[in-house]
């Protein structure tokens, strides 16, 4: 029954579960309830990491199949963020996101308390096409450098990217930013001291299986998708970015 381990269940804890069962609530449901109000009370604050399954399944007195849902449910909802190899944790408060004319993420985190990193996933050139051809000012065969990345707070994975920069001026740019892990710092090796915002469109959707894997997020889990343009100081279109942010970890913050 929903995974239920009757052995060794006595006393009071046995008996929660039977009344729970009495009144048609699962054993799953009643787990993920608990979780949820011991992290609402502040007894597993944001960032904490919850105990194993095999230690909760002990304290439950159920099997870890009836805690695997029970996490499952949790993270569906966006309270808990399972990471492979690691464990699972209460998801962080959500990180206010200027979006600005200025637009920094390694400041912005660090402007709250986080350490900032940007993790270089894979490199190609491509051609710009009609859409990035239009976005960057480019023939539809202009060369372009593509970089996929993945952008974290801490350990916690913010968004993922896809930025394309105009070639042959950035040649090798996705080394310099394997090494520094920011694209400020990455675009100072180029000779581009400044840089701003020229367009931003937002929308949301429901993840891909890929993105859902790279941002720990739970099937069915929203992104907002923020597509982009930024020029240099003196008006050239540099870069072209779509970021998918995990909706539950960013609130934006639009300024004027």
Not at 8 to 20: C, F, I, K, Q
Not at 45 to 50: C, E, K, R, T, V
Not at 86 to 103: I, K, N, Q
Not at 197 to 203: P, V
Request: charged fraction near 25%; hydrophobic fraction near 45%.
């Amino acid at each position: 029954m929903d995974g239920i381990d009757d052995k060794g269940m006595t006393g009071e804890r046995a008996d929660a579960v039977l009344v729970a069962r009495r009144l048609g609530v699962s054993v799953w449901r009643q787990i993920a309830d608990t979780l949820e109000a011991e992290i609402a009370s502040g007894r597993l604050p944001p960032g904490a990491q919850l105990e194993t399954e095999a230690v909760l399944a002990d304290r439950f007195s159920v099997n870890r199949h009836t805690v695997r849902r029970a996490l499952a449910a949790l993270a569906e909802r966006g309270i808990v963020r399972a990471t492979r190899g690691r464990g699972t944790f209460v998801e962080a408060r959500p990180l206010t996101y200027p979006l600005g004319s200025r637009v920094r993420f390694s400041e912005i985190v660090a402007g709250a308390g986080h350490e900032a990193w940007g993790e270089l996933v894979s490199e190609r050139e491509i051609a710009a096409g009609p859409s990035l051809g239009r976005a960057l000012g480019l023939p539809e065969d202009g060369p372009l450098l593509e970089l996929a990345t993945i952008h974290r707070a801490d350990d916690t994975p913010i968004s993922v990217a896809r930025t394309c920069l105009p070639l042959p001026r950035f040649a090798g740019f996705g080394q310099v930013y394997a090494e520094c892990g920011s694209i400020t710092r990455a675009y100072a090796a180029f000779a581009v001291a400044d840089y701003v915002r020229l367009t931003t469109r937002i929308s949301a959707r429901i993840a891909t299986a890929e993105e859902a894997l790279a941002l720990d997020l739970a099937s069915g889990r929203v992104v907002l998708v923020v597509e982009s343009v930024n020029v240099d100081a003196e008006g050239c279109r540099i870069q072209a970015t779509r970021s998918c942010f995990a909706a539950d970890r960013v609130e934006f913050l639009v300024e004027s």
